[in-house]
């Protein structure tokens, strides 16, 4: 065989294997159990003991261009129940009107994937960002110790 032969050998065995390790890394993505962000959160909180089954103390994040801006999503989500507090932080720029929005609320997949969906495009529209959101574990009582 001719060198030319064994780099076109080399060149096809490489993208053999190049392509099976794009194939394999891509099965790993599809077939993550978490694959957003609200559900690694969740399932973090329950792998450091926290009682799904109870209500948790949850803070959201957004940031805002104007007070106005600001302040308009606030009201709209104290009818919803939520403490509001809104923030003039200048050393963030453009976006330094920052909103926390709080309220006590059990962890459920599906309805914290769509909070945040809806705390997305609410701030979307008013030319703001949503930072996303944090809890604390709520401790486990039902446990009982052997």
């Known amino acids: 065989m001719t060198s030319a032969?064994?780099?076109y050998v080399c060149a096809i065995i490489g993208g053999v294997i190049a392509g099976w390790r794009i194939w394999q890394n891509l099965n790993k993505l599809r077939t993550r159990k978490n694959d957003t962000w609200d559900e690694?959160?969740?399932?973090q909180l329950?792998?450091?003991?926290s009682d799904p089954f109870k209500p948790h103390d949850v803070d959201f994040f957004?940031?805002?261009p104007t007070m106005s801006a600001a302040e308009f999503l606030a009201a709209r989500f104290k009818t919803?129940?939520?403490d509001t507090d809104v923030v003039d932080s200048p050393e963030n720029g453009d976006l330094r009107y920052s909103l926390h929005l709080h309220k006590s609320m059990l962890l459920v997949v599906p309805d914290m994937k769509e909070l945040s969906r809806r705390l997305t495009?609410?701030?979307k529209e008013q030319q703001g960002r949503y930072d996303g959101w944090s809890a604390k574990p709520v401790a486990r009582t039902d446990i009982n110790p052997v």
């Not at 690694?40 to 399932?43: A, K």
């Not at 329950?46 to 003991?49: D, E, I, L, M, T």
């Open 121 to 123: 495009d609410a701030a």
């Open 62 to 64: 957004l940031a805002f």
């Open 40 to 43: 690694r959160l969740i399932d």
């Open 5 to 7: 032969t064994w780099m």
């Open 46 to 49: 329950r792998k450091q003991g």
């Open 80 to 82: 919803e129940g939520f």
